[in-house]
């Protein structure tokens, strides 16, 4: 993990900016994180509209999760931002999108098209990436998901034993056989549903909650469109994550981060 | 209203047992409650299984309530503990139970002869122990309603002005005509959903959340059944009528309450 650039901000909070493989990334500790004192970490999902871009809602999540004691991180997920273009993933999603806007019902073969390659190439990236935020001594675990492409944090969840609880927005399109995936899913779940969600079938994020396999999940449903989640639900999720990430055992053994 | 024991519990709260036109009731108040510092008010509803029965959860959600500055204050149900018995409503409860144990599929008359003669003699009930409990200088509101028999709670947050937020309990059979009146609930609720209630249409539960004409409105679904509510989800409903009992004007002008 190469650190390309780092500056405190008003709060604190210490963010910094860094590369990893190739992959751009930002990483957000509180004032007070140390290897003395290492801290839980969330690892901040996000659509696939590039870090420049959700970079305004990113630092918002990580200074209200600093206040909470919680390191955050994200990386640029594939094909977006100043990654290479993927063009396979482009053209899956003008098609998906000209289908939307034609009116005509989305295939699950469209679906399957964006989201499957976005998972498989993503997943692995986000656990190397976890592999170089936890070799920081300021940063202890344990490890919660947070958040962005839901498909992404369903398979997360499934194959990487450091998550332990993951908060989850029911706002965009799953491929039918992520619902066997959730099934498999066991550790808490936090569920954000905005019930008008125009981009969103509400009925297949119903039928997905159900289908997870844990047996501590909650759906928090509100009012209003995709990007309309009010404040308050951003303060439960929170809250869900100091729950599950507070005063349990950090993923290294104590000995490790005295 | 005529109080008939008073206490003090460890944590300060004022308990008081009261009858009112001879319903018996219950009411919280938390400590330093006064003329000059009168606080908000929550009604807790409840089930038809009466207060006696209900003391204990009635006195935690009090408590709860109490920490948080607000007053808490109960009626017995028609029909239910103390009162006389209502061999009309007694009758429609066995019926539903017998079909229900039966495996029959609940008609829409045995729900409406059960629930709507309850809410047509409860809810005027409720709003002459409002007058009552808002004539009491330490008590200044606003006033919310919560929990109970859903019912109930729609037609009070319909017909009952002083009613400024509900967190209704979707754990009860709810007759077709009320799914009207929600339409034209417009005051902020917060709706608690046990996924795996066994008394509970999980489907019509959501379909009654999309019909409430409230602007703003969040559902909490929660693993368990129907006396399975986590912690923390009562804990969520505290904190929405925090956002919307506290620092809003209270019910009286200012000149009555100081």
């Known amino acids: 993990m190469q650190i390309t ?10 963010e910094r900016a860094f590369t990893l493989g190739g992959i751009p990334g930002l990483l957000w500790t509180p004032e ?3 290897a003395s004192a290492p801290v839980p970490l969330i690892l ?11 970079y305004p809602r990113l630092v918002a999540r990580a200074r209200h999760s600093a206040a909470e004691g919680f390191a955050t991180a994200t990386i640029e997920l594939p094909g977006s931002g100043d990654r290479p273009g993927w063009p396979a993933l482009d053209r899956a999603r003008a098609d998906l999108r000209r289908a939307m806007q034609a009116g005509e ?7 399957d098209a964006l989201i499957l390659p976005l998972v498989d190439k993503a997943v692995p990236e986000w656990q190397a990436a976890l592999d170089a935020f936890l070799s920081l001594p300021e940063i202890g675990g344990p490890v919660g998901y947070s958040g962005g492409v839901i498909s992404i944090g369903i398979r997360l969840a499934v194959v990487e034993p450091r998550i332990v609880a993951a908060g989850l927005f029911a706002g965009s399109l799953v491929p039918r056989t992520m619902f066997e995936e959730a099934r498999r899913v066991t550790v808490p779940l936090h569920v954000l549903l905005q019930w008008d969600d125009e981009g969103n079938d509400r009925q297949a994020a119903l039928d997905l909650f159900d289908a997870f396999g844990s047996k501590e999940k909650c759906l928090h449903a509100n009012m209003g469109g995709h990007t309309g989640v009010p404040q308050f639900a951003g303060e439960a999720a929170v809250r869900f994550f100091t729950r599950h990430l507070k005063g349990v055992r950090a993923v290294r053994p104590a000995a490790d981060v005295s």
Chains 1, 2 share one sequence.
Do not use: W
């Not at 650039?5 to 210490?14: K, P, T, Y």
């Not at 019902?105 to 679906?111: A, G, K, N, T």
């Open 105 to 111: 019902p989305v295939s699950d073969e469209s679906v």
């Open 32 to 34: 007070g994180a140390s």
């Open 44 to 54: 901040l999902g996000h659509p696939t509209l590039g870090l420049r871009r959700m």
């Open 5 to 14: 650039s780092a500056q405190r901000l008003d709060d604190g909070v210490l």
